[in-house]
């Protein structure tokens, strides 16, 4: 029977409509797809939970030197506030959100800091509690190596490394992927190709950036890298972009570590340990932001120290994994004065415990520092 009353006419179209868009099997807009698991998963990986909701060696040694007139590049013209080093304008990483889990790699051991150097966790600013940095770090993705690792300046040849492998008794590689603070920046033979080649041979690989130093910094051939002290959060966060975005371009994954490293500073001149643990905060947000894992390098007896201290006095934004050099001392994972036994627990520390020393294996001789691993490394592909 027709309906003649104007407002059950319109009431009529009304449920007419509902009926259908209840029968269509149209998704509400809102309903975000969720985000697959990754598929490159190994044995040294665990399945990646949920994300929780956001609320020493002697100063300057971090690598063996690089022949004079080879060892430094001049900073990027304009280094705060441009999105990218000049001449990487066409590879530049997109804006992300560091709360979105479907990008931002989450270590509930090392929370964020905050962006407002004023808030508890920030530098000089106590946190509630002091967080030990614990948990192990394949439970939000990472690939974790345990042996021994080498590193060396300048990568070497697919060749060497394909001789090393067996005879020698490393099974992983420290690689220099950038940084204006690089000592070999004109790498000869690190490629996305290298990097594919040695993953084949059954390498894992250990990606170190040097960026900018602390303001304090000892060494003198590293004193021209000092960071600008204005913004050093900001300026962390863009050559954090910028150490991811070298590792994109080696095909190294999401899930990879990525090692910042710091070389020897005077830490106890407040205003210098505040300038760089903000930087480090920094770039750690913008590291975490893409989906890699934030690592940091140093000397046991400085920027470890530093951090040690900045984590007791509950500093936030820290990394997830250190890599401390302290020489002519035994191989020890767990014994390294300047940190708390129980912090950076388990899979988050590597000892660089010799360095600058000649290794000969299949007729190849490299100059290198020896390291004891068990922390996260690249994933390759």
């Known amino acids: ?46 399945p ?8 020493g060696a002697p100063p300057g ?14 900073a990027p013209p304009g280094t705060e506030g441009t999105p990218a080093p000049p001449g990487t304008e066409g590879t530049a990483v997109p ?29 000089g600013v106590p946190a509630d509690q002091p967080s030990l940095v614990t948990g192990d770090p394949r439970d939000f993705g990472a690939q974790i190596f345990k042996g021994d690792a080498f590193d060396t300046c300048q990568a070497p040849s697919a060749a060497t490394m394909r001789a090393w492998k067996g005879p020698s008794p490393f099974g992983a590689v420290g690689v220099y992927i950038g940084g204006r603070g690089r000592a070999c920046p004109k790498q000869k033979h690190l490629s996305a190709e290298w990097v594919t080649e040695v993953d084949k041979q059954g390498w894992k690989l250990l990606p170190v950036y040097v960026g900018s130093q602390a303001p304090c910094v000892i060494a003198k051939n590293k004193q021209k890298f000092r960071m600008d002290t204005k913004d050093p959060y900001g300026l962390g966060r863009q050559e954090g972009q910028d ?11 999401k899930n990879s570590a990525l090692y910042l490293d710091m070389e020897a500073y005077r830490y106890k001149k407040k205003s210098c340990a505040n300038t760089t643990l903000r930087f480090i905060q920094g ?6 932001a893409q989906g890699y ?3 940091f390098y140093s000397s046991a007896n400085y920027g470890i120290a530093h951090l040690e201290k900045a984590r007791a006095a509950g500093a936030r934004g820290l990394p997830t994994a250190v890599w401390f050099a302290r020489w002519h001392v035994p191989a020890s994972l767990d014994k390294e004065r300047n940190l708390n036994p129980k912090a950076w627990q388990p899979h988050r520390r590597i000892h660089q415990h010799t360095g600058n020393v000649k290794r000969t294996y299949g007729g190849h001789t490299v100059t290198v520092d020896h390291n004891l691993v068990d922390a996260p490394v690249a994933v390759v592909g």
């Not at 770039?283 to 975490?288: D, F, L, Q, Y």
């Open 243 to 253: 150490a991811v975005r070298s590792a994109q371009q080696l095909g190294m994954a």
């Open 293 to 295: 894992v934030a690592g």
């Open 1 to 46: 029977m027709a309906t003649t009353n104007p407002m059950m006419r319109r009431v009529a179209l009304l449920s007419a409509g509902l009926a259908a868009a209840l029968t269509s099997g149209v998704l509400p807009a809102a309903g975000a797809e969720p985000v697959p698991a990754p598929s490159n998963a190994t044995a040294t990986r665990r």
């Open 61 to 74: 040694s971090e690598a063996p030197t690089a022949p004079p007139g080879t060892e430094e590049t001049p």
């Open 95 to 123: 804006p992300v959100d560091p709360a979105d889990p479907r990008t931002a790699l989450t270590d509930p051991g090392a929370p964020d800091a905050p962006a407002d150097p004023n808030a508890p966790g920030a530098p």
């Open 283 to 288: 770039w750690n947000s913008a590291v975490r």
């Open 48 to 55: 990646v939970s949920p994300p929780p909701d956001p609320g």
